[in-house]
């Protein structure tokens, strides 16, 4: 039985137009092609997290822990905790709330969530996005890369990993 490990980047190449990897990486539309999983640096923050490219999420998401929402002089704020597990620490910030939208949860159910921008690199696409922050209890990456970043940047390699990002080590130690 012939592989079909390569027919993702065939069926890209024929919709593009593109006939080597080369030309792929900078098609006609100036898209960037990203794998799956990518390594999204968010340089405000300053971490580096294992992302999911998800064309069927509008919006980013970002996982974090313990948020509390606070009004004060400088209007509504969040505070909250990311574990960046790889490197085997859990560091707090502070941003100002954006606006709040509604997100489905794994239990079926609408909450409502705060939304902050963040600056979002990865490879060479850098853009400053709404992102919900959201403590998601079914989360097997701590990003999630929406259409809010992907449209117009970048298309999705589904096939593939780590294509324009060097991949993050593995904590030898276990989950936090």
Do not use: W
């Not at 079926?108 to 400053?128: C, F, N, Q, S, Y």
């Amino acid at each position: 039985m012939p592989r079909i490990r390569y027919l993702p980047t065939i069926i890209i190449a024929l919709l593009t137009g593109c006939t080597s990897s080369d030309q792929m990486q900078t098609s006609s539309n100036h898209s960037v092609i990203v794998g799956k999983v990518e390594s999204a640096t968010l340089p405000h923050l300053g971490i580096r997290l294992p992302a999911l490219m998800d064309t069927g999420a509008g919006l980013s998401v970002l996982d974090v822990e313990d948020y509390q929402l606070i009004q004060g002089s400088r209007g509504k704020r969040i505070r909250f905790t990311i574990v960046v597990r790889h490197q085997r620490r859990t560091t707090s910030y502070e941003l100002p709330v954006k606006r709040y939208t509604s997100m489905l949860t794994s239990a079926g159910m609408l909450e409502k969530k705060p939304v902050v921008t963040l600056r979002v690199k990865i490879g060479p696409l850098t853009a400053d996005i709404d992102t919900i922050l959201a403590e998601r209890d079914d989360r097997l990456l701590p990003v999630v890369i929406g259409r809010n970043f992907l449209a117009g940047r970048a298309l999705v390699d589904s096939g593939r990993q780590q294509r324009v990002t060097r991949k993050l080590p593995r904590s030898t130690e276990a989950p936090m």
